[in-house]
């Protein structure tokens, strides 16, 4: 059994609500101007993990580098919880393989995400 996605009662924070809105609503296109650290990778990997269990589909998370990628997301741990950003949004339930080497998830229904 699937557990419940957004993972482990993740909510949006108030001001992140008018950007999860939209994308909940259907929105496919978005740009959200926002300091660092507001949150805009934490949105994107939740609404990836909905969109996911939803649409089967190869979904990517693309940031200048490749190490920006293993840092920022994949090593990346939330100070609030203690755990690892990819496990807060793709939890073990949902996935049929994890691979370090290239940041790849391979999920269950037969999508994948990869960094």
């Not at 949150?39 to 200048?64: C, E």
């Not at 049929?96 to 960094?115: A, C, E, P, V």
């Amino acid at each position: 059994m699937l557990p419940e996605i957004p993972y482990n009662n993740w909510k949006p924070r108030r001001d992140q609500m008018a950007l999860w809105s939209y994308l909940q609503g259907g929105g496919l296109r978005a740009v959200e101007v926002a300091h660092r650290r507001w949150g805009k990778d934490d949105i994107a990997l939740h609404r990836t993990a909905v969109a996911s269990t939803r649409r089967v589909g190869n979904y990517w998370h693309m940031l200048p580098q490749f190490n920006q990628c293993r840092k920022a997301i994949w090593e990346a741990v939330n100070p609030r919880t203690g755990m690892k950003r990819i496990d807060e949004a793709f939890p073990g339930e949902m996935r049929s393989s994890t691979r370090s080497t290239d940041m790849y998830i391979g999920f269950k229904n037969g999508g994948s995400w990869q960094l």
